[in-house]
Nanobody
Framework: DVQLQASGGGLVQPGGSLRLSCAAS?????????IGWFRQAPGKEREAVSS????????YYADSVKGRFTISRDNAKNTVYLEMNNLKPDDTATYYC????????????????????WGQGTQVTVSS
């Protein structure tokens, strides 16, 4: 079975940093699978944060996190990371990782509907 396990969330002060991890299993991680990070705050729709293609050659970011967040993947460890710096209260949300075991066209790399499998979320709270 395809499984994704997100971890690394927590409580951090504004301006602080966190690194989220998404450990994948049950599929060929280094094949053409795309991994995305998404988040959902209470009362809001799920939104894209970042995504990365196979072998990490292409990375995509929502405008709201560009320059602050960095996505990377370690295919040897079947893990994708989201390094989050200069966190803001607006970044508070439950963060989810997801995968699509198929090719995704460029215009949909940040579209939650393009992803087939989702892990449980990890809570990130940015507050002083």
């Amino acid at each position: 079975d395809v499984q994704l396990q997100a971890s690394g969330g927590g409580l951090v002060q504004p301006g602080g940093s966190l690194r989220l991890s998404c450990a994948a299993s049950g599929f060929a991680f280094d094949n053409d699978c795309n991994i995305g990070w998404f988040r959902q705050a209470p009362g809001k729709e799920r939104e894209a944060v970042s995504s990365i293609r196979r072998r990490g050659g292409n990375k995509y970011y929502a405008d709201s996190v560009k320059g602050r967040f960095t996505i990377s993947r370690d295919n040897a460890k079947n893990t994708v990371y989201l390094e989050m710096n200069n966190l803001k209260p607006d970044d508070t949300a439950t963060y989810y990782c997801a995968t699509a075991l198929k090719h995704i066209i460029l215009s949909r790399m940040l579209d939650p509907m393009a992803y087939d499998y989702w892990g449980q979320g990890t809570q990130v709270t940015v507050s002083s």
